[in-house]
């Protein structure tokens, strides 16, 4: 099986529209910038089928209107409330890169010495930190090795959560049978006091 491994982009090229998105739950933020900074508003779109065709629009209207040659995708890595964009994505011209989560909210400190998050603000620090290329390319598992990446996910998680329980009943057997022992330490000693 051959071995696939995330690379780092090192650069962005002149003439490349950068295209960035605030992960979410229910919805995305958007936003599509140049090199030379000629950029558009924050918008945002559903995490549906039509708010994907939303944001390819307007990835593709800023494309032509900017003049450029290619479109490089960034988000951030946030687990799986990306994969549906991620696989809609992946069916068009377009390179799909993350960004650490680590390094969105150093460059966040950066720029305006404020950890806080907007969903306006983020796609903008995306922007930034592809600009710096300090983003990865991403490999997108398809059949058995994505089956098999599912199911490994699933595996840490319960082992995690089984762990988890096995310490809360481990720190409630302490506490039963520690207190149950002082119990009965003090009715044998309030027994010796009155005999």
Known sequence: MERLRAKRVRAVKEGTL?????????????????????????F???????????????????????????????????????????????????????????????????NDNSPLKTDDKDPRVIADIMRLG?????????GDAAYLRRLNNARERHVGEQTALLNQLQQLVFLIFLSSKQCSRTSSARRLSTS
């Open 18 to 42: 950068i295209a960035t998105v605030d992960i979410g739950v229910s919805y995305n933020t958007g936003y599509c910038t140049t090199l030379d900074g000629r950029s558009t508003r924050p």
């Open 44 to 110: 945002r779109f559903d995490n549906t089928k039509e708010g994907f065709d939303k944001f390819w629009c307007m990835t593709i209207l800023s494309k032509k209107r900017f003049g450029c040659d290619e479109v490089l995708v960034g988000y951030e890595s946030t687990g799986p409330y990306a994969e549906p964009l991620v696989h809609y994505l992946t069916g068009k011209q377009v390179k799909i890169v993350q960004v650490n989560p680590m390094h969105t909210k150093k460059m966040k400190e950066v």
């Open 134 to 142: 300090r983003a990865l390319s991403i490999v997108v598992p398809q």
